[in-house]
């Protein structure tokens, strides 16, 4: 029998890190802690954060919560945080969330095991590096009907949390393929307006690092998951690529190809939005603007093609809202996607003249390259063209680390962090690869108290 695929995978894993990965890797943490601190003061977050009585005490830090949680309550409610106003990081071909389901689960896993924060750090890229790479291989017709931060989730947090609990290559194997087992996350709670992208998040982080705790433990599991009969491709991934979860095994580890997001909207509207911004520099006022076709590749159609948004995660999926919002008003920001923005006459009356469409250029590129142009036709029947071919924040087009820090910033100060908390979890943060111990980044985590609820 052939070499499975997941332990392949897992020799890949078993690279050194170096002192740039970590330092690279922290961050993503930092980036993370942003995006679930204001993801905890939202009525979703405040759910993730309640069953404290579904889990004991214990070592680890959940934000929202504080300390004295058990490691699966730690890894639930902190997986359920950090996508919850899209504004996590994303790996563009795997088409996935790696931020808010690998951290949280080789976080328990660490503060677990008292590890280092270098220690915390190389399990963060091996998790990513896992997660990545089977997502990557999935195919388009996954992602029509499953969410691959969901389904993939738990391999990247079951590789993570296992080389934390620094096991040996069979128990990784049997940690991945316990985590693959059970992984789902269908795309229904697309259409309707619920909470149930936040459990996908949540469970793929706990599920991930049960499947490490119990393959510690002895528990086995199916080394061909993956490409085995009756695996996860035979189910659920009809045009997979297998060999993408191992080819180019000796590149770059993937954490480096993984975007930051600067905006909060879905990934696929961000060039959309960055065009809209060129468009704003360059004509101002949009008092002459008559229409606005915004031309993209078919995932942005498909997932973001909402021309009447009534609620804030339906605003968050329309290009024809962010485009609005953009050349109205600038570089959006939270609070432009909550329900009582929606019908403000300049940004609605613009929003009813923006047409969607894709075209061949930014189809053929995707996913490679996330695209969009924008052609605005004026008053004096001109028409203008802005376009962008890789949306801000991707590693063609990157943020630079300042962007990075202060996007964390203000998402934590737009959850009531004090200013000198905020400078303590920085701080902390980008000292985690010379950290003798993880706890003294997670114990600046905020609790419940610290942060201001009511805002959404």
Known sequence: MTISLTRQLCRILGRDVRAADRRRAALHVLDWVGCAAIGAVTPAGRVFAEPSALFGNGPCHGVGVGGSCAPAQAAFVNGGLGNVLEMDDVHRTAILHPGPVVIPAVLAAAEADGLTGAAFLDAVVRGYEAMIRVGRSVGPTHYVHWHNTGSCGPFGAAAGAAFAFGLDADAVVSALGNAGSTAGGLWRCRHEPVMTKQWHTAKAAADGLAAAVLARQGLTGPEYILEGEQGFYSALAPDATPMDVVHDDDAPWLIYDTSFKPWPACRHAHAAIDAALLAREDLGDTADIVSVAVETYDDAIRFCDNPRPQIEIEAKFSLQHAVAVTLSQGAPDLADFRPDRLDLAPIADLRCRVTVGTVASYAAAYPAHYGAGLRITLTDG???????????????????????????????????????????????????????????????????????????
């Open 382 to 456: 001109t028409e203008r063209r802005f376009d962008v071919l890789d949306a801000l924040g991707d590693p063609d087009n990157p943020l630079d680390d300042g962007a990075i820090c202060a996007k964390a910033r203000g998402l934590m100060a737009a959850a009531g962090m004090p200013a000198a908390a905020i400078d303590a979890m920085i701080d902390r943060c980008l000292d985690l690869p010379d950290a003798a111990d993880v706890t003294t980044f997670s114990a600046c985590l905020p609790a419940r108290e610290d942060l201001v609820h009511g805002l959404f």
